[in-house]
């Protein structure tokens, strides 16, 4: 049995009278359903990758709307990573931000066996200060320079690696808008990670919708929303488990190149 973890991502969890995405309204039960699957599963962990919350009255409410998510995902015994999204800044400061998750980094990384998996920021504007309450425009997310340095050390120990963000390393250039869903220093990031060698994944939220990318020898897979579906559906709530020659979405296996 390989390393399993979960994965969901834009929930965008809008309180009863607050604006509607799709069926947003229902998101927050779904996440109960989705970590009760990974705990049921053995997950080591889970990883959220962003946008959790929809706005709501205004900023206290929508602090306290994340905490009381962040405490009951918290409930299941399956530790819960994050890599924010644009979203919890919306009302929110990035001390806010790191209150509600108990935490002073937003960006890390932590090793299980001969792996190694990294929660990356992209939440960082064209000038690297961070995005905070409304200070940001959704469509220029990166990675801080400080951050890009700090990823290049990383890789420079040779373990298979797992990445984790919202904002999109890599996107089809063909879509509308697609460069508004990569970080704007995409290039640059692509050149590190494939002379690294070591990246075989990376996981990405913010468009809402499934996709899985070869580029350059490393997987991108985009997570769906479980706002986009009628009813809560498990496969919004993907477990991914770690194999020598790969690893499993699901059950579909996605080989290691
Ligand atoms: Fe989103």
Known sequence: ??????????LHYSLPHAEV????????????????????AGAEFAVSLGDNTQPAGDAAEQFDQL??????????????HASFGNHEFSQLSIENVLEIFQTDKTYYSFDIGDCR???????????????????FDWRFGKLAEEEVNWLIEKL?????????THYNLYYDPEEQYSEWYQVTNKERIWDIMESAGCVEAVFQGH????????????????????????????????IIELLKNGFLYNDQLIERI
């Open 1 to 10: 049995m390989g390393i399993k973890f979960g994965l969901f991502s834009d």
């Open 156 to 164: 420079a120990d040779k373990k298979r690696t797992f990445i984790f």
């Open 67 to 80: 905490k009381t998510m962040v405490r009951k995902w918290n409930s299941y015994g399956v530790p819960v």
């Open 207 to 238: 468009h809402h919708t499934y996709h899985h990318f070869l580029f350059r020898g490393i997987h991108f897979v985009n997570i769906p929303s479980p706002e986009r579906s009628p009813e809560y559906n498990p496969h919004d709530f993907p």
């Open 117 to 135: 998996f990294l929660i990356l920021d992209s939440c960082y504007n064209p000038d690297d200060s961070h995005f905070s309450e409304e200070n």
């Open 21 to 40: 995405r799709g069926n947003s309204k229902r998101t927050f039960e779904d996440v109960q359903k989705g970590m009760q699957r990974f705990a049921d």
